[in-house]
Structures are given as C-alpha cells and as structure tokens.
C-alpha cells in the first residue's frame, strides 16, 4: 500500500522535474488533491520533503550497488560498468540546473547530496583494486582511476548536452564506462 509520505515525495519530484525548486507548497498539495495543512501534518516543510526525497533516492542506489557488489557470478568489469551506470530513479537530482537551485536555496541539503557524490566511491576503488589484483585490468594507479570515472560519471549532470546530443544518460553511462574500461581504439586497429 503506497502511503501518503510516499506518494508526497513522489509529487515533490515530479513538481522538482517541471517547475524546478521554485514551487511552492501550495502547489505541492494541489498537485497531490489535498490541503495544505494534511501536507504539514506528514512534512514540515519542503527542505524535509527534500530530504526525504534524497535518502529514499540514494537508498535505491545503494540497494542497487549492494546486489551488484554481493554478485559473486558478474565479472568485476561488468560490476564497474553496473556501479557506474546505477543512478537514483529521481533523476532530478543528477541534473545540473536543479541542483544549481538546491544549492542556492536548501544548502544544508546541498551540503548532503555533495557528500553522497563524492564519497560513495569507496566501493569503485575496490573494484578497480580486485581487477588489477586479477590481472583483468591493466596495473595502473588505482586512485587515478576511480578519479578518471568519478570526473566522467559527474558529467551526467550536464543534461542541456545530452538533449542536444540526442543521447540518454543512461546510454551516455554506459558508453562511459565501455570507453574506460575498453579503451578508444576500435578492435580492428
């Protein structure tokens, strides 16, 4: 059964997708058919809808890299490449305007979701370690790696190049991650 903070948190990120962070609360509940004040009852304010919005996100993430991760029959290379294309359903909050706006105006959640991008990679670093170690990736500097796919992966936050490029993110991902660990030159060279 879906509950109300769930489906609140839903119209929050479809109101984020549309309007950006410019909204208001007033909107929120017309979007959801109900007052402003049953909206109140479940979240006191829209940097706590927000809030909530981040960790249900990352959460799936997280779920998402841990199945991967615990996947003993995926090779290491493929796990990379899963690990790098694994986003959070609410792509909003990969995409660069949208996050210029929560800097500006949430900055503790600002503050939260900066952290999240940049301290998840613990798990990559391993994973480039484990190839290396099995011979499966070319034995370079492990750190520069992971900051190579970290640099590459944060370009998802460019969505304008995607549009015009014609080219979802997630394809855009994982063509990232083949490049990386496949290299730019075409077989037959």
């Given at each position: 059964?879906?509950?109300?903070?769930?489906?609140?948190?839903?119209?929050?990120?479809?109101?984020?997708?549309?309007?950006?962070?410019?909204?208001?609360?007033?909107?929120?509940?017309?979007?959801?058919?109900?007052?402003?004040?049953?909206?109140?009852?479940?979240?006191?304010?829209?940097?706590?809808?927000?809030?909530?919005?981040?960790?249900?996100?990352?959460?799936?993430?997280?779920?998402?890299?841990?199945?991967?991760?615990?996947?003993?029959?995926?090779?290491?290379?493929?796990?990379?490449?899963?690990?790098?294309?694994?986003?959070?359903?609410?792509?909003?909050?990969?995409?660069?305007?949208?996050?210029?706006?929560?800097?500006?105006?949430?900055?503790?959640?600002?503050?939260?979701?900066?952290?999240?991008?940049?301290?998840?990679?613990?798990?990559?670093?391993?994973?480039?370690?484990?190839?290396?170690?099995?011979?499966?990736?070319?034995?370079?500097?492990?750190a520069l790696i992971v900051k190579m796919i970290r640099g590459a992966v944060e370009t998802a936050q460019d969505q304008q190049f995607y549009i015009v490029n014609d080219?979802?993110?997630?394809?855009?991902?994982?063509?990232?991650?083949?490049?990386?660990?496949?290299?730019?030159?075409?077989?037959?060279?």
């Open positions: 059964m879906v509950t109300i903070e769930y489906r609140i948190i839903q119209a929050f990120a479809e109101e984020l997708k549309e309007n950006g962070i410019k909204f208001t609360m007033d909107d929120l509940a017309r979007r959801l058919g109900i007052s402003k004040r049953t909206l109140y009852e479940h979240f006191s304010s829209k940097a706590d809808i927000l809030d909530a919005l981040i960790e249900d996100a990352f959460a799936e993430v997280d779920k998402k890299n841990e199945l991967i991760l615990q996947n003993d029959d995926i090779p290491v290379t493929e796990k990379i490449k899963e690990v790098i294309i694994s986003l959070p359903t609410h792509i909003e909050l990969v995409d660069r305007p949208t996050l210029e706006q929560i800097k500006r105006s949430f900055p503790e959640q600002w503050e939260k979701l900066s952290k999240i991008y940049t301290k998840d990679w613990d798990e990559m670093d391993a994973l480039i370690e484990q190839g290396i170690r099995e011979g499966i990736i070319a034995n370079k500097n492990a080219i979802s993110l997630t394809e855009a991902l994982s063509q990232i991650a083949d490049i990386i660990l496949y290299g730019l030159v075409s077989k037959e060279e």
